[in-house]
């Protein structure tokens, strides 16, 4: 079974530019997460996809963040204009259900580093 | 709101030691899920370790058990006769038994293993 992909691995980007953000979740995982891990902190909850529909983004930070999941497949996360304060590691993960069975049930990606300067 | 905090920013322990690694989480709900993850370094995070709040008993994978203190809240990983491939840092997190999938992670904590 492939894994949970994400691409790019890594993004520099200048202050004021746009990137987007890619993730391939296990495929049949209804369920897809973001996550961002700025540096030194705590990794943080940004949204949660059941296909299509995003059932909270609650943590999202700002309307500069806009993350689509068309089709229910893969996810995009995009960020328009970058700032300095959005650099960090951007995490996805999926699930088939809510992950109350088996061990854990979200498998995470590897993450794409992002650096804004 | 819900917190995970892990007060050790880094550990140490000798090759084949046992080490532990604390967390203390704040929550209201009676009903709830604790993880411990492992993420090797430029590597994606995995599952150590898994504990559902209405269980008593303390979760055991392998050389990996945890000490579940639901009175106390916290929720701390020991890793018995530690291996090089152990090093890492290790996130807690928390998830709510109600209808979400969203985590709540601790800062984390690096762990190094010595030869």
């Known amino acids: 079974e492939a894994g949970v992909t994400q691409f790019p691995s890594h993004s520099v980007i200048e202050k004021g530019q746009t990137v987007t953000l890619r993730c391939d979740p296990i495929?049949?995982?209804?369920?897809l997460y973001w996550y961002r891990r700025v540096m030194g902190k705590e990794i943080k909850f940004l949204l949660h996809?059941?296909?299509?529909?995003?059932?909270?983004e609650s943590g999202m930070p700002n309307n500069r963040f806009l993350a689509e999941r068309t089709g229910g497949t893969y996810s995009t996360l995009k960020v328009q204009p970058a700032e300095l304060e959005d650099s960090g590691v951007y995490f996805c993960?999926?699930?088939?259900?809510?992950?109350?069975?088996?061990?854990?049930?979200?498998?995470f990606g590897s993450g794409t580093r992002l650096t804004v300067v | 709101a819900q917190t995970v905090t892990q007060s050790q920013p880094e550990m140490s322990v000798q090759e084949a030691e046992t080490v532990t690694l604390s967390c203390t989480y704040d929550?209201?709900?009676?009903?709830?899920?604790l993880f411990w993850y492992k993420q090797p370094p430029s590597r994606q995070m995995i599952l150590v370790i898994r504990?559902?709040?209405?269980?008593?008993q303390n979760a055991t994978e392998n050389r990996f058990s945890v000490n579940f203190q639901k009175a106390a809240k916290s929720f701390s990983l020991k890793i018995s006769d530690s291996q090089l491939g152990d090093a890492a840092m290790y996130f807690c997190?928390?998830?709510?038994?109600?209808?979400?999938?969203?985590?709540?992670f601790g800062q984390g904590t690096t762990l190094q293993v010595k030869p």
């Open positions: 996809f059941v296909k299509e529909s995003k059932q909270d």
């Open positions: 929550t209201s709900e009676s009903d709830y899920y």
């Open positions: 504990q559902e709040a209405y269980k008593q």
């Open positions: 993960a999926s699930s088939q259900d809510l992950g109350n069975r088996g061990r854990g049930g979200y498998t």
């Open positions: 495929s049949g995982h209804d369920n």
């Open positions: 997190a928390y998830r709510q038994s109600s209808n979400t999938g969203k985590l709540i």
